[in-house]
């Protein structure tokens, strides 16, 4: 079975960097899916764009986000998350995960870099793993009742990487892990007893 490395966030991921939070109107008359993903493989770079729509209060998104301890709780397929340094407002965060995609299996860690902007922005490049020079940038900006979420990432996986199957992977993992973390951010929203179109 090839092995092959996905790019995620996240974990993101190999998750994560948020930018400013700005006021914004919605011109758009029917609703955005929630989380949108799209994926581009140029030479042996990877860039990951992801747009999610949240219909909860900043500050439980931004929890979530941030969340790093307990990521392996909500996160499927992610086997390790532990934060090892904490100064102020830099964190390294330590990940492992898994996942299988079509019948290939592949699997991602990291040590990252992450730099906090309460409730705006979360900055992150590899120290060490699977992803060469990975960096991200993930940006929360307040729409009348939602927050949007926007994500972008950009890596040099160190394995190859099929040219169809590789980004589709890419894709429906990072998706998989995005919807993992709205519906965390939902779940605790209702364990508050927070209504999920208030405005935040």
Known sequence: MHKFLS?????VLTLFSLGSVAPAAAD?????????????????????????????PLPVVW?????????TQFIPNLERSEVTRREDRSL???QRGHADYA????GYESEREVLLEPQARINSRTLSGNLAGARSQSQLTVL??????????????????????????????TELQFRAMLAE?????????????EQP
């Not at 019948?103 to 592949?106: E, R, V």
């Not at 979420?149 to 589709?168: D, M, N, Q």
Request: proline share 9%; aromatic share 6%.
């Open 92 to 94: 390294t965060v330590k």
């Open 28 to 56: 758009s008359t029917e609703p955005a899916p929630a989380v949108v993903a799209k994926v581009e493989h140029n030479g042996s770079l990877v860039v990951v764009d992801v747009t999610m729509h949240v219909r909860l």
């Open 7 to 11: 790019a995620l966030p996240l974990c």
């Open 144 to 173: 009348p009742g939602e927050v949007l979420v926007t994500y972008h990432a950009e890596s040099e996986p160190k394995v190859w990487l099929p040219p169809v199957i590789g980004p589709a992977a890419i894709r429906s993992q």
């Open 185 to 197: 951010m939902e779940r605790r929203s209702a364990a508050r007893g927070v209504a999920q179109k």
């Open 63 to 71: 929890e979530v986000l941030t969340d790093f301890e307990h990521m």
């Open 103 to 106: 019948g290939f299996s592949f």
